[in-house]
């Protein structure tokens, strides 16, 4: 069973642009979440999806928006780049449900320059 | 609202001794717990996960960790540590009853192993 796949796993980007980030689920996972990892703050929730609808969302700015499509995969979208939005970005899959654990994919490393 | 410290920034222990890792959560209600690892440049990797059956729970690679809700403390511990298991390793609470995928992860514990 093939695990979560995140593309692509290495981007640079200059202060201003934007940029989309990919991730496909395990199969049969419906619940995709995002996570931003930075060496100052660790890593942070940033919104999860199910069914196509966005259940939770985390404290940050509007510029950073996801999607996810029929067949549960996703993309988040981060606008306007800065140059604190270097990160890693996990993307993690689940059957969702209390105490489902998540499995996550490599990551994107994004550096914005 | 639920949180969840890790007590140790980095841990340093031989290889073959035990290893003890240190997580202290806060919730509201009874939480789900688990642990991940991360080895540099790769994904995080689930050690264990507790969800109110046994206090107790073993993972993989000879890991375990025990849930005391007196001391609202899930430890983990490796009665030997092998040069493998130097990575970081995060201690997770499950933020919600009625919601997943917002997971509150602790700062993370540098795990050195030296021969």
């Known amino acids: 069973k093939a695990g979560v796949t995140q593309t692509p796993r290495y981007l640079i980007k200059t202060r201003g642009q934007q940029v989309t980030l990919s991730c496909s689920p395990i199969s049969g996972h419906r619940s995709v979440s995002w996570y931003q990892q930075t060496p100052g703050q660790g890593l942070q929730f940033l919104f999860e999806y199910f069914s196509e609808t966005q259940r939770n969302k985390g404290n940050f700015p509007g510029r950073f928006s996801g999607r996810q499509f029929s067949n549960s995969r996703s993309e988040m979208n981060v606008s306007t780049l800065e140059l604190g939005d270097s990160a890693l970005y996990l993307c993690?899959?689940?059957?969702?449900?209390?105490?489902?654990?998540?499995?996550f994919g490599q990551g994107t490393r994004l550096t914005v320059v | 609202a639920q949180s969840v410290t890790q007590l140790d920034s980095h841990v340093s222990v031989s290889e073959g001794t035990p290893v003890l890792l240190r997580c202290n959560y806060s919730?509201?209600?009874?939480?789900?717990l688990f642990w991940y690892v991360q080895h540099p440049n790769k994904g995080l990797q689930l050690l264990l996960k507790y969800t109110s059956a046994a206090t107790l729970v073993k993972g993989i690679n000879g890991f375990e960790a025990e849930f005391k809700k007196s001391e609202t403390s899930f430890h983990l511990t490796k009665p030997s540590a092998h040069m493998s298991d130097a990575a970081e390793y995060f201690c997770?609470?499950?933020?919600?009853?009625?919601?997943?995928?917002?997971?509150?992860f602790g700062a993370g514990t540098q795990v050195v192993v030296t021969p």
């Open positions: 919730s509201s209600y009874s939480p789900s």
């Open positions: 997770v609470v499950s933020l919600s009853t009625d919601s997943w995928g917002k997971f509150q």
């Open positions: 993690a899959s689940a059957t969702r449900g209390v105490g489902t654990e998540a499995f």
